[in-house]
């Protein structure tokens, strides 16, 4: 889970450029439009819909914004109709690449996706190619500062939770089974404890090590991908250090 925590320092400081770019309020919105449509639009009974509302607010989204998306979503008025998908990929160095896209128009999303991996010497590659080097978890974060550890613990473990880690300065970051997410969020909050996020997540069990050459290349085609619209997230099979990102 240490690189989970790296590359959420990582995500903060790239979701402040994409502030600057612009694109930021447009992936916020999205998420929320997927909340939604797949919950129901009441975020009092929606947890992934509250999460999505809240981190908007953190990131400034007018509020006008966040309910016309919350309306699209409930199907209460007209809007795109998002799809949740994922893609696979072999970057530089043979790093995989797992990205998730929320896509109005699967043709315009693969032709982008295509492009950034031909661009940075790798390939859009078919589904499974890649998929077996990850696994799918739930994540979910709680402030070190709302409980100590025992109390975490066993709120996590009662609802069905796989194992707590503390490695983190700043939140207990909570592992479970994909099917468990929500129970054990739920637990979690039953027991007074703050959910500060709560995702499904893709770990890597098989690592890729590339020359220190194709290190830049990798953080690059990431880039690439994050600043495209339809991305809502990109997975590797790579740990990137601080420094890497400082140099690359």
Known sequence: MAGHSKWKNI????????????NLFTKLAREII????????????????????DKAKENSLPKDNIERAIAKGSGNSDGDNYEELTYEGVGPGGVAFMVEVYSDNRNRTVSELRHAFNKAGG????????????RQCGIIEVPRDVADEDTVTMAALEGGADDVKTDDEDVYVIETPVENLHKCAQALKEAGLEVKECQLTRLATNHATPDDADVPKVIRLMDALEDLDDVRQTYINFDITEEMMAEA
């Open 11 to 22: 995500r903060i400081r790239k979701g402040k450029q994409d502030a600057i770019r612009g």
């Open 34 to 53: 997927v909340a939604a449509k797949m919950g129901g639009g009441d975020p009092n009974t929606n947890l992934r819909l509250r999460l999505a509302i």
């Open 123 to 134: 390939s859009l590659t078919e589904n499974g190619s890649v998929a077996w080097q990850f």
